[in-house]
T-cell receptor, first 113, second 113 residues
Framework: LAKTTQPISMDSYEGQEVNITCSHNNIATNDYITWYQQFPSQGPRFIIQGYKTKVTNEVASLFIPADRKSSTLSLPRVSLSDTAVYYCLVGGSFYNQGGKLIFGQGTELSVKP | EAQVTQNPRYLITVTGKKLTVTCSQN?????MSWYRQDPGLGLRQIYYSMNVEVTDKGDVPEGYKVSRKEKRNFPLILESPSPNQTSLYFC????????????FGQGTRLTVV
């Protein structure tokens, strides 16, 4: 299973764009990259998932370079409600992962007014 | 609405008194799992199930039991709770396709005194 490395914490201000980078040097060919958001005392919530290049949805964009050894979650114009922990996960089919989602320490994003 | 429902949300119990935390999903997902989250230790998998009557241990199964008699339900059983099982518990479900999104319950905060 590919290990991920991301910053422990980040600070931002309302209205700014926030980019959180995740390193996953030993990503496998069939692995996807998935980001989850977790608010205190709530379950993680799926944000976005990608395999290569760029993926965009209504809340975020995910940039994946050609070598796929890293990925960047981009949150446009953050607000106070985006204060949360963000997790980067790398993996493929659950059959190959032993049925497990590997959550690292995540990045604690603090958005200030 | 797609959801994973856990009950109860909060529970305070005494050492040794058997308890069950229920988990139900309405998405017809094959895969379900239980995690516990503790400060500084992140999310750790307790047990998982790939389908009905198929369960397996995760990283921290000691002191827990599970069952999967129906596809939608995956209860977590603590036969003899101890204070070190005081934690925040999450149930999750997903389909077994490659890179599938996982859905998490709201969490159950358990205190064992």
């Amino acid at each position: 299973l590919a290990k991920t490395t991301q910053p422990i914490s980040m600070d931002s201000y309302e209205g700014q764009e926030v980019n959180i980078t995740c390193s996953h040097n030993n990503i496998a060919t069939n692995d996807y990259i998935t980001w989850y958001q977790q608010f205190p005392s709530q379950g993680p919530r799926f944000i976005i998932q990608g395999y290569k290049t760029k993926v965009t949805n209504e809340v975020a964009s995910l940039f994946i370079p050609a070598d796929r050894k890293s990925s960047t979650l981009s949150l446009p114009r953050v607000s106070l409600s985006d204060t949360a922990v963000y997790y980067c996960l790398v993996g493929g089919s659950f059959y190959n992962q032993g049925g497990k989602l590997i959550f690292g320490q995540g990045t604690e994003l603090s958005v200030k007014p | 609405e797609a959801q994973v429902t856990q009950n109860p949300r909060y529970l305070i119990t005494v050492t040794g008194k058997k308890l069950t935390v229920t988990c139900s999903q309405n998405m017809n997902h094959e895969y379900m799992s239980w995690y516990r989250q503790d400060p500084g230790l992140g999310l750790r998998q307790i047990y998982y199930s790939m389908n009905v009557e198929v369960t397996d241990k995760g990283d921290v199964p000691e002191g827990y039991k599970v069952s999967r008699k129906e596809k939608r339900n995956f209860p977590l059983i603590l036969e003899s709770p101890s204070p070190n099982q005081t934690s925040l518990y999450f149930c999750a479900s997903t389909s077994l396709g490659t890179g599938a999104e996982a859905f998490f319950g709201q969490g159950t905060r358990l205190t064992v005194v």
